[in-house]
Nanobody, 127 residues
Framework: QVHLVESGGGLVQAGGSLRLSCAAS????????MGWFRQAPGKEREFVAA????????SYADSVKGRFTISRDNAKNTVYLQVNTLDTEDTGVYYC????????????????????WGQGTQVTVSS
């Protein structure tokens, strides 16, 4: 059974940083691309970032480019999201998810590409 556990969220002031982690189990982690999504109160879930199975290719939403960095450690079955220069607009629940394939593709921003989801970690940015 696939299990994803996010951690690292919290309350931070605008301009601050956090490092989110997602530990995976129950799958051959290194065989799958991974993604991060977020959902703000009253809004739909939106794509944040994706990373290929090897970590060599990444993709970001325009709103986070230059501020967020996705990475992975296949030896630890963990994917990370370093979030810097946080803004109140970044507030929400952050979810990691397992892509159905190995690679980052044009549709890696679509939630439908992802098979398994974690329960999320809350990020709250105060002004």
């Amino acid at each position: 059974q696939v299990h994803l556990v996010e951690s690292g969220g919290g309350l931070v002031q605008a301009g601050g940083s956090l490092r989110l982690s997602c530990a995976a189990s129950g799958l051959l982690f290194r065989s799958f691309a991974m993604g991060w999504f977020r959902q703000a109160p009253g809004k739909e879930r939106e794509f944040v970032a994706a990373i290929s199975w090897s970590g060599m290719r990444t993709s970001y939403a325009d709103s986070v480019k230059g501020r967020f960095t996705i990475s992975r450690d296949n030896a630890k079955n963990t994917v990370y999201l370093q979030v810097n220069t946080l803004d109140t607009e970044d507030t929400g629940v952050y979810y990691c998810a397992v892509n159905g394939g190995q690679f980052v593709t044009a549709d890696s921003s679509s939630a439908q590409r992802y098979q398994y989801w974690g329960q999320g970690t809350q990020v709250t940015v105060s002004s």
